[in-house]
């Protein structure tokens, strides 16, 4: 291999015909052309030329900008706004390249895009090769007749999307809503019309900033016989002969037609098979089956929580013409399928995921883009966001259909994890057009993506789009009814007719979803879109209501899924600081409502938290604004906390038809920006209360505890394979002592693996007048499940009245003593009194701690802190601030 420097670009000359490469994750060597990297240093200059500077690719305008001090950071204040200019320019990239002579010579070059963001005319010296309008797409242009003997001139010429979307819009024949976001969204208008991030353009937890730029690798290509385009593999089981197979799939362009044999073979297993294989000039297909025998032990693939994440090497070898082919990858067995049936007691259908025959509850949150700048989302941000989503005990996200698709690390990972992935495909919250050069693009886009990513064990599910059909079911867009039907017909047509029919032709290995929330099978029989898509005797459902009581679970639909749900809440203080002034530092700053794209979401926040809070009321600005900061995110918590526990526990029960919850993804995971939203996990990779709160309320084995009719119940939720005898223990604290006023157990009662199912049932007044001095507002309870080897899972608690209305609850006083030990720092809590929503804060220090936010009973708790960086015991101490619910008031 010879490597050739040549203003900024790389050339690798293969002397034979294979490379070593990463293939959708996994380490694959297969035949490749020679290529011609062109990243690196490109020139950018805007239309009329009066901007000019270096830019790197991949990468896109405003991070080109950025890098050359000719903007600040777009999230430092209020410069989302000011920088709108950026995504109303028309942008052009250029980069100069010699090709080599052993390269230009070839047959076939191959000018490849691995991605355009996004309206563009490309031009090789002054010569139109091609167009893009679609992100999400690969293009290949082929350029052998255009390339030249010495420097060769390549143009990239990028039209403004909010321009262009402007346009389409007011080309089409008809209007397609949404027209423009909600103005508090501060935001471009007709997203819908371009195939791009459709949360570029504002959503309600992000800036709009429009993007431009080649945001992925640009390369030329060149060969002379073949080159492989795509290599895949899927293990399928047949259960009705109890046996395995992997469907391999070649995608291969030729200059003539080859033929030749292929062997695939997977040595672990002592498993081999020979094809006879043509392919034809041009672009072929094949997939080849590779059949094990029916004694094989195979170990397979399972969710985080139910068993390992084991591979087998795939060796692909042989012979075409006078090529030789090899290529190694990946294989994991895994099978998958979404339950609807009926339920006994119910007039719906069951909605839930088996994997490997085996009924999984669904355990995570929704995914949306960890940066408006793709081109920052590095691989660490996004294995440390998907291992703190399994240190929370997730087993699942959810990918948004309104951002990415997502790097192919971030697939690889989460078959590394054992994180399931529901993946949508990238339309959301509108209606689209279905003009042929649309659907023509979003076919190829389909397409393509599919193939990318059906490898992975972890995508578990494909989804149409986001709340499309809920949006033409309940009238989002004030369509008048004469005009109902040709909006119906689009729908069908687009996600049907084009990307159902698209999938299913690539992809029979998992199941597909038209939308979500859906009515699933019923939905189908309805013509797709359903009368009433959140109906909770069908499909999955997203809820969502800031007004009512959150600590109230009548308020919560009983579904079969629930795919979303959320409350917001805003990031710590030593977040919002990176984007912030002293000025900003007011709940009612600019700043504040300007970072708010949820409309009424500041006022919301402090109305649901002023049920059950005493609202913050230092004397001090500064404190008072932190204070806020940290209520918000103890209102957050208790209310997810409150709403997934009540899902998790009606996994096993009907009640009026409803029941049998078999999913909980709460909105959302992780943030695109330093503002309020529904995340449980800070732009800075902070945690939020909530998420330390998932770590519990997700724990494979938990006790639920709630107050019906005057009694408290407690059900004991398992997810385990095994059955288990399990008693509860639960103990009453009055707020002034941190001694147990007293304590007992139930009865032992038989927990079956993946189940939930009541173990306690007592009156409350019957168990505080048993304990001689206690009430509803001078007591709490705690409970706990154990066996006979001691306690199965967290501790939790049950407040009998608001925190509000507590009598004698104490300034606790907690000091701290900060240690290092092999794994990280032990950190040493001794409190005067008992203490809700203990709170540890170290600032700008990047970690975790074990257990964060928690109820404290006890006069000492040791916790241990995980640092992401170099850090000291000193350093941690000195930063460590500790808050209380006590300290607000």
């Known amino acids: 291999m010879i490597a050739l420097r040549n203003t900024g670009n790389i050339f690798v000359c293969l002397y034979c015909a294979w490379c070593f490469r990463v293939l959708c994750g996994y380490n694959v060597t297969r035949p490749e052309a020679d290529k011609l990297i062109l990243n690196g240093k490109w020139t950018l200059k805007n239309s009329n030329g009066t901007v000019s500077l270096t830019a790197t690719v991949p990468g896109c305008v405003h991070s080109a900008l950025l890098r050359q001090g000719m903007i600040k950071d777009p999230y430092f204040r209020f410069n989302d706004v000011a920088y709108k200019w950026i995504a109303l320019e028309n942008w052009t990239y250029t980069t100069t390249f010699l090709v080599p002579p052993s390269l230009r010579a070839k047959q076939e070059v191959h000018l490849v895009f691995e991605g355009v963001d996004t309206v563009a005319s490309i031009t090789v010296n002054g010569i139109t090769v091609g167009k893009t309008d679609n992100m999400f797409r690969r293009y290949d242009l082929r350029v052998s007749e255009v390339l030249l003997e010495g420097e060769n001139v390549l143009e990239v010429r990028l039209l403004s999307p909010v321009l262009y979307a402007a346009g389409r819009s007011q080309a089409s024949a008809y209007r397609v809503p949404p027209d423009c976001p909600p103005e508090v969204q501060q935001g471009e208008c007709h997203v819908n019309f371009i195939r791009k991030a459709q949360s570029s353009f504002s959503w309600d937890w992000g800036p709009s900033l429009p993007t431009l730029g080649l945001w992925k690798e640009v390369r030329l290509e060149a060969y002379d016989v073949l080159r492989l385009v795509h290599l895949s593999s899927v293990p399928v089981y047949d259960a009705s002969l109890s046996q395995w197979a992997v469907e391999v ?89 979404l339950v609807q049936e009926p339920i006994t007691g119910s007039s719906g259908l069951s909605f839930y995921f088996r994997v490997n025959r085996k009924p999984i509850f669904l355990k995570g949150s929704n995914w949306i883009p960890a940066h408006a700048l793709q081109d920052r989302v590095t691989p660490a941000v996004i294995k440390n966001l998907l291992q703190s989503a399994v240190d929370a005990n997730m087993n699942a996200v959810r990918v948004w259909g309104g951002g990415v698709y997502e790097q192919d690390v971030f697939y690889s990972t989460c078959d590394e994890l054992g994180v399931m992935v529901w993946q949508d495909l990238m339309f959301a919250c509108a209606l689209y057009p279905t003009e042929p050069d649309f659907i023509q693009t979003v076919r190829e886009e389909v397409l393509q993506q599919v193939r990318r990513l059906k490898s992975h064990p972890s995508v578990v599910v494909w989804s149409g789009n986001n709340e499309n059909e809920a949006a033409l079911a309940t009238d989002w867009f004030g369509i008048p009814a004469s005009q109902r039907p040709r909006y119906l017909r689009d729908y069908v ?65 009983r579904t079969r899924f629930a795919s979303e749900y959320g409350f917001q809440s805003w990031p710590s203080f030593s977040t919002l600081q990176e984007a912030s002034v002293a000025e900003d530092w007011s709940y009612r700053s600019r700043f504040s409502s300007h970072r708010q794209h949820h409309d009424g979401g500041n006022q919301q926040m402090l109305q649901q938290a002023a049920l059950h809070f005493h609202l913050p009321n230092s004397s001090d600005p500064a404190q008072n604004y932190r204070h806020t900061l940290y209520l918000t995110q103890v209102m957050q918590a208790q209310c997810v906390k409150t709403q997934t526990e009540f899902y998790r526990r009606s996994r096993s029960e009907i009640v009026e038809g409803k029941g049998h919850t078999m999913g909980a993804l709460y909105w959302q995971l992780n943030d695109i920006w330093q503002a309020p939203s529904w995340s449980s996990i800070e732009f800075s990779s902070k945690w939020k209360m909530l998420h330390y709160f998932a770590q519990g309320f997700f724990a494979p084995v938990v006790a639920v505890g709630f107050e019906d009719e005057g009694a408290l119940i407690i059900y004991a939720v398992s997810d385990l394979s ?168």
Request: glycine share 6%.
């Open 722 to 889: 095994t059955d288990l005898l399990l008693h509860a223990v639960v103990s009453v604290y009055a707020w002034s002592s941190q001694d147990p006023v007293c304590a007992l157990k139930s009865s032992e009662a038989l927990v079956r693996g993946g189940s939930a199912s009541a173990i306690f049932k007592q009156p409350i007044a019957g168990l505080l007048a048993g304990c001689g001095r206690c009430s509803r507002l001078s007591c709490l309870v705690t409970f706990q499940l154990q066996d006979a080897q001691g306690p199965q899972g967290p501790l939790n608690h049950l407040f009998l009245s608001s925190p509000k209305d507590a009598l004698c609850l104490q300034a606790p006083n907690i000091t701290a003593v900060v240690q290092q030990d092999r794994e990280g720092f032990v950190v040493t809590l001794r409190s005067l009194a008992v203490a809700p929503y203990v709170w540890l804060d170290v600032g700008a220090i990047l970690g975790r701690f074990s257990s964060n936010g928690f109820l404290m009973v006890t006069r000492e708790t040791v916790v241990h802190f995980f640092p992401w960086e170099p850090t000291s015991a000193a350093d941690l101490a000195r930063a460590l601030v500790i808050t209380t619910l006590r300290d607000l008031y």
């Open 249 to 337: 799939e070649l995608c291969v362009d030729a200059v003539e037609a080859v033929k030749g044999n292929v062997t695939l073979s997977l040595p672990e297993l002592g498993t081999m098979q020979a094809f006879p294989a043509v392919f034809s000039a041009g672009h072929t297909k094949r997939t080849l089956v590779l059949h094990l025998d029916r004694s094989t032990d195979v170990k397979l693939w399972w969710p985080n929580g139910h068993g390992g994440q084991p591979s087998y090497l795939l060796r692909v070898a042989g012979l075409l013409g006078s090529l030789s082919l090899r290529a190694d990858t990946q294989v994991y067995f895994r099978t998958v399928e």
């Open 493 to 557: 047509s687009l996600y049907v007719d084009n990307i159902r029919a698209v999938v299913l032709e690539e992809d029979r290995s998992r199941p597909f979803l038209v939308s979500s929330p859906t009515n699933g099978a019923e939905s189908q029989q309805e013509g797709w879109v359903a009368a009433d898509p959140y109906d909770p005797r069908y499909g999955d459902t997203h809820y969502y209501s800031y007004t009512q009581d959150c600590w109230d679970w009548r308020t919560f639909p």
